[in-house]
Nanobody, 122 residues
């Protein structure tokens, strides 16, 4: 049974940083990534990384501010979020699958975590 457990969310001031982590169990996955969903909005692609770490892609709204990394020995993926803005406030979901690429769609991922809330205050 695949389980994805996110951690690291919380409240941060604008301009600050947070690091999200996602621990996967029940399998290993070529693509590990993050999506986010703000109240009243559709789920949005944030970033994804391939198994080797050689390929990573980010959504246009976070490019240059967020980075993604993974530790295959621990089956974890991390999202480092810098220069946070109030518009980054959302529930952040870890997702895994078989495809990496720009602007992934949520329906392209196979498994999801329950999410962790990030709130950025102005």
């Amino acid at each position: 049974q695949v389980q994805l457990v996110e951690s690291g969310g919380g409240l941060v001031q604008a301009g600050g940083s947070l690091r999200l982590s996602c621990a996967a169990s029940g399998g290993t996955f070529y693509a590990m990534g993050w999506f986010r969903q703000a109240p009243g909005k559709e789920r949005e692609f944030v970033g994804v990384i391939s198994w080797s770490g050689g390929n990573s892609f980010f959504g246009s709204s976070v490019k240059g501010r967020f980075t993604i990394s993974r530790d295959n020995a621990k089956n974890t993926v991390h999202l480092q979020m810098n220069s946070l803005k109030p518009e980054d406030t959302a529930v952040y979901y870890c997702a895994v699958g078989t495809v990496v690429g720009p602007e992934l769609r949520p329906d392209g991922m196979d498994y999801w975590g329950k999410g962790t809330l990030v709130t950025v205050s102005s």
